[in-house]
């Protein structure tokens, strides 16, 4: 195992699948001890779960039910995390859900769900761990760091999801707003935008029309993988990313830049 984040305490909701899972694991290969947020332990692309594949490494953490979207849940979350390790290092927000449809087609129901998860859920887990982080003695100048998970299509348009592009441009404000309110207490935020990435998990994500225009728009000669997120996430939450903060780190394979 490295050490790039040892001694590190770090929560990552919705890391039981896809990106999110990359992230957990990665974090505890570099030495972090991942407490792994989700609404099921199952994976959605199958295999074992990810506190499975952190322990059989030789990791730490634990996984703990949680409605990113129920204030509730997230209190507890964070309170037991502090209650076993006694601090909170690193906040990755990254639950997220769609609806895959555009606003004629989209219901007031769906509309409510995705926002509860990827916004509300998102407000939760950024009041709630800095909340925590302003009470802890600074470590590298930094009492705490929060990592949102925003997306390309809350920069560009979300084909066929309007619900899931606004929340992910809100992801990306709130990223910013939090970055500036509270610099003065050592509190670190950042988003990182994915592309397009394929992770396994079926649904609308895996659509061949979407999947052929991200390839078509996507100038590296092939689509993300969730190990892409994970090592941009790593660096963010490592004390080598130093007087960085309310940025929004694009990794698309140079989908903006065409």
Sequence with gaps: MSSLLAGKI???????????????????AEGAIVVIADVTEDALEGGAPTLDLITGAGGEGFFRTTDVAQWADVDALIA????RYGRLDVMVNNAAIYSGTPLLETTAEQWEHVMAVNMTGMFNGCKRAIQQMITQEPRAEVRGRVIN??????IVTSPRDTPYGVSKAGAIYITRQIAVDYAKDLIV?????????????????????????ARRRTPWPRLG?????????????????????????VVDGGWLAG
């Design 80 to 83: 037991e995390t502090v209650a």
């Design 149 to 154: 998970l925003g997306s390309q299509q809350g």
């Design 10 to 28: 770090a929560v990552v909701t919705g890391a039981s699948s896809g990106i999110g899972r990359a992230m957990a694991t990665s974090f505890a």
């Design 225 to 249: 993988h969730p190990q892409d997120i994970a090592n941009a996430a790593v660096f963010l939450a490592s004390d080598r990313a130093t007087f960085i903060t309310g940025s929004n780190l």
């Design 189 to 213: 935020c950042n988003s990182i935008s994915p592309g397009k990435v394929v992770t396994g998990k079926p649904g609308l994500p895996m659509d061949p029309a979407l999947m052929e225009n």
